[in-house]
Structures are given as C-alpha cells and as structure tokens.
C-alpha cells in the first residue's frame, strides 16, 4: 500500500502562470477528492471523482480551475492565471466506493503552492 | 448545510496531562464523525471516527464518543506525550464529502 502519493510537493509560481498538480490514489479507490488548505485553517473540499466522472464541485472551484482524472486513476488539478489568493496547500484524498457515510478518506501528503 | 466547531487553540499541556479538545456539529441525516491529525509539514491522517450515535472511537489512547443529543465528539486523551503535538481536526460526513472544522493546535511541553 503506498498511500495517496502527490505531486510536486511544493510548487513557487509568479503571479498570472498556469499550475497542475497531480494526484495519484491508492489502487483500487474508486473515490478521488480535491481540498484546499490555508494556513491555520481546515481543509475546504473543492471536488471529487467517482471512476472517472466529477461528481460534485465547490462554488470555490472558480472558473480557472479545473481537475480531470481521465482514466479513472490519477487525477490532475490546474489552475490558470493563478492569483495569490490560490496560495495554499492543495489536499488529494481517496477513499473505496462503498455505502455509508463510514468509510475512512486517505489523504496525501499535499502540495504546497506559493504564488509570488 | 453541515458545520463543525471546534474549540479554538492553541491548547498548551504538560506530559501526561488530560487532554479535552471540543467538537460540536451541524448536519442533516445522520452523519459520520471523524477526528484526523495534522503533523507538521505532512498530510491528515485518520486518528479514528465513530458511524452511528453512542458510538465510542478510539485509537493511540485518544477516544471521542458520537452525543447525538448534543451534537458533540470530544476527543479525549488520558495522558499526553510530547509526541501528540499537531494540528487535530474534527470532521463529519454526512454524504459524499468530509466537512471539517478549523483545527486546534495541541503543544504539549515535557
């Protein structure tokens, strides 16, 4: 089990640049989530994927970003014309398709972006 | 729509004290309530959760009980160690998507 494994880590971007992160889930998780983090903050969901379908998006998803998972594996998210306002740590979680509300959601280790 | 409050940080212990970090939450149906931990520089990681009311989570010696009569799950820990210092945040799932609060910090001092 290698975990929810995400990339890059950390990312320093000037204004007005286009990001993507990649993320890729445990096999087998047919879930795949997006969060945003500020600092001294929780995580604020942004969207998910079942298989390869975008299940649900957040009003903060603006219109400059986008995710995608193709293949229903990994997924990427970018982010266009970035601002600083989108400096923040950017969570992937995934979790097994199941019934219920119970089941646990893994989380990568997230990557870092800084938009100067 | 679903919410979490947690009692603000950070919450600064001695070893071996008695820890109380406070949730309560808001939410249509019958949620799932989780508490995860945030290490510096690293991810979340699932400390434990509770499905159903009356339901007792536990793990690493933290516990936290689902109240649905008071729409609560304190995590508790009899006896903390310096190595229980992060960032804990407690969330639910009352569809397909965790909802969390905004965190507390625990620093515990040797």
């Known amino acids: 089990d290698t975990g929810v494994s995400q990339d890059p880590r950390h990312k320093i971007t000037k204004r007005g640049q286009n990001v993507t992160f990649r993320c890729d889930p445990i096999?087998?998780?047919?879930?795949l989530y997006w969060y945003r983090q500020t600092l001294g903050q929780g995580p604020e969901f942004l969207t998910y994927f079942q298989n390869e379908a975008q299940l649900e998006k957040s009003r903060l998803l603006s219109d400059r970003f986008s995710a995608e998972r193709p293949k229903g594996s990994f997924s990427t998210l970018e982010i266009q014309r970035t601002e600083q306002g989108d400096s923040a740590m950017y969570l992937c979680?995934?979790?097994?398709?199941?019934?219920?509300?119970?089941?646990?959601?893994?989380f990568g280790e997230g990557s870092w972006l800084t938009v100067v | 729509g679903n919410s979490v409050t947690q009692m603000e940080g950070p919450v600064t212990l001695s070893e071996e004290a008695f820890l109380t970090i406070n949730c309560t939450y808001t939410?249509?149906?019958?949620?799932?309530l989780f508490w995860y931990v945030q290490y510096p520089g690293e991810g979340l990681q699932l400390l434990l959760k509770?499905?159903?009311?009356?339901d007792k989570g536990s793990n690493k010696g933290f516990e936290a009980t689902y109240r649905k009569e008071t729409t609560s799950f304190h995590l508790e820990k009899g006896s903390v160690q310096v190595s229980d210092s992060a960032v804990y945040f407690c969330a639910l799932n009352a569809g397909n998507m965790l909802t969390f609060g905004g965190g507390t910090r625990l620093m515990v001092k040797p």
């Open positions: 096999s087998e998780h047919n879930r």
């Open positions: 509770a499905t159903k009311a009356d």
């Open positions: 979680a995934s979790s097994p398709h199941g019934a219920g509300t119970g089941n646990t959601i893994y």
């Open positions: 939410a249509t149906g019958y949620p799932s």
